[in-house]
Structures are given as C-alpha cells and as structure tokens.
C-alpha cells in the first residue's frame, strides 16, 4: 500500500533557529495518527509545512502518490489536505453557514463533480452544520458563539473540503471532558467515512483513545514513532514528559 | 553630462549629511511602525507640524530653533500618548486597526495638513539662526552649517534613543512589547502603558525632526508628503525596529538621492526612496540589515 | 434583483436624475453633478478593493490621474472620442493596479497602503518630468463647445460620467453576489484561513487592485475635457485620495450601497460648500468626517441604519479573529 502522506528529511529553520530537523513521517490511508511533543516541538510547524502555509527548506512531502512542494496552501488545501488551526480563524464577518460555503465553493467545485446551484450548496452548508450541531445557529456570526462551538466550526470548515486528509491542530485545547468527548466521536466518525486523520493534542486521554499510532516530536526532532501504548512507554518520551 | 570625480564626493558626502537627517526623521517611525507595529502615516504630518510649531516659536521668542524644538517636546509626547489611547480604544481593542486604523491616521495626517494650509497659508516658511547661511569648505567638498547642524543633532538624537532602548527598563519593555505582551503582563508591567510611552516618544521626536527640516529647508505645508514614501523606505530598508538599522539605511537613501539629484537633477529625487522601497518589498522583505 | 434588471433600474434612475438636471436648465447642476458621479466611481472603485478585501490604497489620486493623462497624452497625439479615452484610460490604470498589486500584495496589507502612498508621488514625480503632457505646466486641451445630440458639451461630460457610475456600481454589486465576493471577504477576514479553504488569496487581490485600478482610471479619463487646463496639481489632488477613501467609510464599506450614498452626501456637501465656504474649509470637514466616523461609527451609514432601525446583526469588518485564551493543557 502506498503512503497516502509521505514526509522526508523535512528540515524547517527560522533564522538561526532549527525548528524541524529531518523529520521522515509516513500515513497510510484511513488512518489516524496522533502527534504529540511538548510546547514548542515543532508540531505547529510541521502542520504549516504540509499545508504549505511555511515553505520548508530541506526535504520534501508526497501527498497521493505526488510532491506537494512548490504548490500554495490553498492548492494543498484542493489536492485534499484540510487543517484546522490552533486558535480558531473562522471568517469573522460572515455567517456561519456562508463560513462552511467558502471551502465548497473554492475547493470542491474545482474539483468538479458538485451541482453549482445556490439550492445545493445552501443544503450541504445545512447538512454540515447539523452534523456538528450547528445547525440552529446558521445565520449567526461567528462571534456568537461559544468556545466548543467555535472549535466545531473550525473543524466542519475544514470537513466542509471534502479532504482525504484532516490535519486537527489542537482542536479540544481548553474544552471540557464531555466537549472533547464530543469532538472525537466527530473525528472518529470522519475517519470511518475515510478520511486519514492526524490529530495533534496535548489532551493525553484523547490522543491515546483515538490514535491507532503516535508520533512523537521533541525540540524538533522525531523521537518515537509506533503504538501508542508501546511509544508511551518508550524511555526517551518519558524523559521528554517527565524528566529533566 | 561628463563624469566629475568632484562632483561625486560633493554628492556622497552631502548624501551621509542629509541622510544622518533623514534617519531623525524616521526614527518616530521605527518607533511606532517597526516595533509597536502601528501604521502612523501620519508621521510626516507631524513633523511639518513640529517646523511650524519650531518656526512660530523662534520668530516670537527669538531662540534658537532646535532649543525650540526641545521646548515643545513634551507637549509632543503628550499628544502622542493621546493619540495612541484614541487609536488603541477605537481600533486595536475592536481589532479593526488593519481599514480603519489606517483611515484614522490618514485622516489626520489631511486635517494636519489642511488646517497648516488655512491657518499659514501655501507660503514657504523658514527660520533664522547663526549656523544657517555660513559654509565650511574642504577642498572640493562643500559642508554647509544650516545641514551640518541638523546632522550632529540628529546623530546626537539616534544615539539617546539606542541607549534609552537597550539600556532603561522603559526601553527594553518597548522592545519586549511587540514580541510578547503576555511575557509583559506576568512581570506586571502593563502593555499598553508601554505602547503609550513608546508612541508618545515616537511623536516627540517628531517635533524635534521638524525642526531640523527648517532649518535644512523653507517648509510649507505639503512637504510632509515627500516624506511618506522615504521614511518607509528607510524604516523597511533598516529592518523595521532597529534604530541602528535605520541610521544606515537612511544614509544609503541619502547618498541615492543625492547622487540622482546631482546627476540627474533634482525633480527626480523624490522617485529615488519609492524605487528603494518597491525593491525592498519585492526582493528583500526583511530589509537590507533585516533581522 | 437579477443583475439584468436591476441595471435596467439604475439605467432608468440615471435617465431620470439627468432630466431633473435638464429641467433645471443650468449647466451648473452639471458641472457640479458631474464631480459627484466622479466620486461615485471612485468610492465604488476603492471600496473593491478597501471595502471588499480590507486592503487600503491611499493612491487613489494616482489612478485617477493616471487615467486623466493618458487623454492627455492620447490628446497630444491624436484627439479621440472620449469612450475610447475611457476604456484606454481603465486599461492603463488597470495595468498599474495590477503591477502594484503584484509588487506589494505578498507583504501585510499595511506595506500595501505605504506603497499606494508613495506611488502617487511617484507618478507625480514622472509626469511632472514628462514634457510631452505639458510637465509641470500642465496642458490644455480644447473642449468643443457643443456636441450633438446633448447640446452643451458639458451635457455629455455628465452622461458618461452617468453611465460610468451605473456600470461600476453595477460591477460592485455583480461581485459581491458572487463566488468572487465571497473570496474577498476571505481575504478581509483572515488569509491564511482563506488559503487553507481553497481560496487563492493572491490571485483574487490582484483582480481587485486591477478592477479597481481600471475604474479609478475611467474615472479620469474624461476629466482632462470638464477641466480644460490639466495640472499635475489638480490631477494628483489630495482631495481625490482622501474622498475616495472617506466617502466609503461613511457610508459603509460591507455593500455597494454604502459607497454611493457616502458620494452622493459628502460630494453634494461639497459641492454645496465650495461655493459658500472655502475649499480647504471643506476639506478639512471630510478629513473630521472621516477621523470621527471610523473612531464612532465603524460600520458608516449603513451601520447606523442597520443598527437602529432593522435590528440586524452587523456584519463586521475587519481582520478580527477571536482570541481564545486556551490554556495550554500539559500532558
């Protein structure tokens, strides 16, 4: 089976600063890896180098069989690699249901394949929307909402490009237990439908019980790679967690 | 027009002269824009103020214009701190400081101007001291006072600044400030206090700038304008927030100038610091000593 | 309203406002009728790429005048129709828009400003050098004094001023119903989020800072006939940067409407104004509308309107992405 995301001797440096040093990552289709590394890792960056919102120096990433080097975040964002970001960026000024009609506008109707009526693309804002439970607040600024409500809109924004990879950027950071609770089943929920999925997470709980691998980082660095309760365990994750 | 080896040296000479000028003109800027990241067009605006201010002030009292300059700057500081509580309540709290906050300084700088305009009229105006008139010779190279002066107190200007920077709490604060606010806060020192003393100095050395324009130079009140795309030039040019970074830059536009006027005449020179900034931000974003 | 019959309105409306001109049988209201619909054009034309994108260009005075002196220059060579001067003219601004817009719109929208600041003195600079369309002397050209079948010349002057209007108003409106609006409200909002859902940010800002280039330039292509003797002064007018950024903001910068109604007070107070007070009296009253309506009034007229009349939820402007002071959960 070939790599739906290949990433090789990624090297990413900021002035004198190495933020990524040859990093090699690997995902297969449909599955869910997690991401994991203290504060300041390298994790964020690693995400805007796949995303192509930072371009990397060294190295290359391969996404369904082709480069992705060279090409705009925007035209990644069409070939099939939505993210969320950090803090929630939804689009301040216009509706909720107008948020989710951007991605559907500009990255699945250049992939051909959906209807252009205004009908259609008002029902699949809708039929989004009510996947997260959104859909009562429709025609409300984003500004109405809550933070757990925000983060769905993040994430159904980023659902609403129909990608074959989902990269979720710390999504449940400062929810509560039944919040976070509510955004995995979401994930999982994606990812049986055949979405790949990367989630990045401080939250331990929830990357354990989502990830089927886990990948970890440290000062920019891959240091584990594997089953998540076998990387856990490793003795150079713990020190990076708990020693020093 | 035959090449003159004369001419050249004239030209950079003149050109590190004015440019030492150019340098106070922007350190407000590098102040506001480069490191508290507040677009103040209205800079310019400002400092024709200041040659107004300075030029009233030595016509009545009769004292030398830079004293006159130092006179009023706290007046300057004060309403710089004015200003940027009006710009931080309406815009930067609202985070609209990207449209509107570029409006309201833009507004300014016109009712600036306007008002210069109604009250003094389109004349141009200059001011009297012992060091304007007089030149020093060396050789070929002529070194005029009225731009000799401005010069030194200029350089005198970059250097108070650099020290108050790197050497006061209050100026590595200001430094601190735009990179990390919260760093600021858990030290209990408030942010936008901070942003408040650095645009108030950014102002006052705008009065102080005006006054070295006069005397270089008759002043009306459109003059500012010039100024707009040169001290952008030279604060994007410096590296943004690098006072160091400005003073070489703005030299490096002055000798351009210079040599441009000198050889191609001067109703060229103003498109000299446009093409330096254009190039700038197409080639080299960082600037030329960019961080 | 479809778009073919709400041009259909406003063809209808521009009929009716130039026979109320008619009737009045004074080619003042013309001549003064004629630098309000310029300023229709020109606050249409920023707020494309101001209003729609949240890029703000301070150079408006230099598309404009880049449109006057290409009639100008177009005049010294050969005197043309002026629809011709027109489209030549928006081609011209258009083509600078784009440039500038290439050069600059990678950078934040800030270095975007300072660099329309100073391309107008640029422009200044060049064509107060450029002999050929009279430097810093200005130049003259002839306006008949007649012309079938307006009558006045000042009559057909208004006309297409007129029609100019509609079209870019029409323009406006074309792009904000549709999937290109939408991406320049991205582009407002937040663009790193547009690019991550698929919006190519840097191509759509150059089709704005183009657009609006080409309809600043129309707007002073015929400018060269109303004034006669063209200066580099009175083309390069700070008058026309401030309005033209002024004018939307008071109105209102979400909807097309909000550019016209700020032109047609703020130019008919102007023009009101320049004749019993001074000019730069009623400058200085733009440049206090301006400052006070962005300090008091974010959202213009139209925001006021919204705000205490229909209830609505404002939509806001701005780059405004809501700070979630997440706590960094540790592991």
């Known amino acids: 089976m070939t790599a739906l995301l290949e990433v090789r001797n990624l090297g990413k440096r900021f002035g004198g600063f190495v933020a990524l040093e040859d990093i090699a990552l690997s995902v297969q289709p449909g599955e869910r890896v997690g991401l994991i590394g203290p504060n300041g890792s390298g994790k964020s960056t690693l995400v805007n180098c796949i995303c192509g919102t930072l371009r990397n120096e060294a190295g290359s990433v391969h996404f369904d069989g082709r480069p992705l080097d060279g090409s705009t975040a925007h035209q990644r964002t069409r070939r099939g690699v939505a993210r969320t970001f950090q803090l929630p960026r939804p689009f301040a000024s216009l509706t909720l249901a107008e948020n989710l009609r951007i991605p559907l506008l500009y990255t699945v109707a250049t992939r051909g394949g959906m209807p252009h009526t205004a009908s259609h693309i008002d029902a699949r804002c809708l039929t989004l929307l009510r996947e997260v439970g959104l859909d009562g607040k429709a025609h409300r600024l984003p500004g109405d909402l809550t933070q757990v409500e925000m983060r769905k809109l993040e994430l159904v924004r980023a659902m609403a490009a129909e990608p074959k990879l989902l990269i979720a950027d710390e999504s449940m950071a400062g929810l509560t237990h039944s919040e976070v609770e509510e955004i995995l089943i979401l994930l999982k929920r994606l990812n049986e439908q055949g979405v790949t999925v990367i989630l990045i997470e401080h939250i331990m709980r929830a990357v354990m019980s989502f990830s089927q691998r886990l990948v970890v980082l440290v000062s920019g660095r891959k240091i584990a790679d594997g089953e998540p309760n076998a990387v856990v365990r490793e003795p150079e994750v713990e020190r990076a967690y708990l020693g020093q | 027009m035959i090449f003159s080896f004369d001419l050249l040296v004239d030209a950079i000479v003149s050109g590190i002269l004015i440019g030492a000028f150019y340098a106070a003109v922007t350190a407000g800027i590098t102040l506001s824009f480069g490191i508290l990241d507040v677009v103040n067009i209205a800079h310019p605006g400002f400092i024709i103020l200041g040659s107004y201010i300075v030029y009233i002030i030595s016509l009545n009292l009769g004292i030398d214009p830079i004293i006159a300059a130092i006179l009023v700057t706290p007046a300057f500081y004060v309403l710089g701190a004015a200003i940027y509580q009006v710009y931080y309540v309406s815009f930067e709290k609202r985070g609209q400081e990207s449209m509107r906050g570029l409006a309201f300084f833009f507004g300014i700088l016109f009712i600036t101007e306007v008002s210069l305009v109604l009250y003094f009229g389109v004349d141009y105006r200059y001011v009297e001291a012992r060091y304007i008139g007089p030149t020093w010779h060396f050789g070929f190279v002529d070194i005029p006072l009225r731009i000799l002066v401005p010069c030194l107190v200029s350089l005198l200007l970059i250097a108070a600044l650099q020290l108050v920077l790197t050497r006061t709490f209050i100026g590595r604060a200001i430094m601190a400030v735009a990179q990390d606010e919260l760093a600021l806060r858990l030290m209990a020192v408030d942010p936008i206090r901070i942003k408040r003393i650095a645009f108030g100095i950014s102002i006052a050395t705008a009065a102080l700038a005006g006054a070295f324009l006069i005397i270089i130079q008759p002043v009306e009140p459109s003059v500012g304008r010039e100024y707009i795309g040169r001290v952008f030039a030279i604060c994007v040019l410096g590296g943004m927030g690098s006072l160091p970074g400005t003073l070489v830059a703005a030299m490096l536009v002055g000798i351009v100038e210079s040599l441009t006027s000198t050889f191609y005449g001067p109703s060229w020179a103003p498109a000299v610091s446009f093409g330096f900034l254009l190039l700038t931000l197409a080639v080299r974003p960082a600037g030329l000593l960019g961080r | 309203m479809r778009t073919d019959i709400f041009l259909i309105v406003s063809l209808l409306i521009g009929a009716c406002v130039y026979g109320l001109a008619a009737t009045l049988g004074n080619d003042y209201y013309f001549f003064a009728g004629y630098v309000v619909l310029q300023y229709v054009v020109l606050a249409t034309a920023w707020n494309i790429l101001g209003g729609y994108c949240g890029y703000v260009n301070f150079g408006s005075a230099a598309f404009f005048a880049l449109g006057a002196y290409s009639t100008v220059a177009l005049y010294r060579f050969h005197p043309m129709p002026i629809p011709v001067d027109v489209v030549l003219g928006g081609v011209a601004s258009g083509i600078v828009g784009l440039g500038t817009g290439y050069l600059t719109l990678r950078m934040r929208g800030a270095f975007f400003a300072i660099a329309t600041l100073a391309l107008a003195v640029v422009l200044e600079t060049l064509v107060v050098n450029w002999d050929y369309v009279g430097g810093s002397r200005g130049a003259y050209i002839v ?50 989020a547009a690019e991550a859902s698929g919006v190519p940010t840097l191509r759509l800002k150059l089709v704005a800072t183009t657009i609006s280039g080409a309809l600043m330039g129309m707007a002073g292509a015929p400018f060269p006939y109303y004034i006669g003797y063209l200066q580099p002064s009175s083309a390069f007018g700070l008058d026309y940067a401030v309005n033209s950024i002024a004018m939307p903001l008071i109105g209102g910068t979400t909807s097309w409407v909000g550019p016209l109604i700020g032109a047609v007070l703020l130019g008919s107070l102007q023009q009101i104004a320049t004749v019993t007070i001074s000019s730069a009296v009623n400058l200085l009253i733009v440049g206090f509308l301006l400052v006070g309506f962005v300090i008091v009034a974010p959202n213009g007229i139209i925001g006021l309107v919204q705000k205490y009349v229909q209830h609505r939820p404002l939509r806001q402007v701005g780059r405004r992405h809501i700070k979630a002071d997440a706590p960094e959960a540790t592991p």
Not at chain 3, 176 to 182: A, I, M, N, P, V
């Open chain 3, 143 to 192: 306006r008949p004094e007649t012309i079938a079948p307006f009558g006045s010349y000042i009559k057909y002057l208004f006309a297409i001023m007129l029609l100019l209007a509609i079209g870019s108003i029409t323009v406006a409106r074309l792009i904000e119903r549709s999937r290109l609006g939408y991406g320049f409200a991205t582009i407002r909002d937040d663009e790193l």
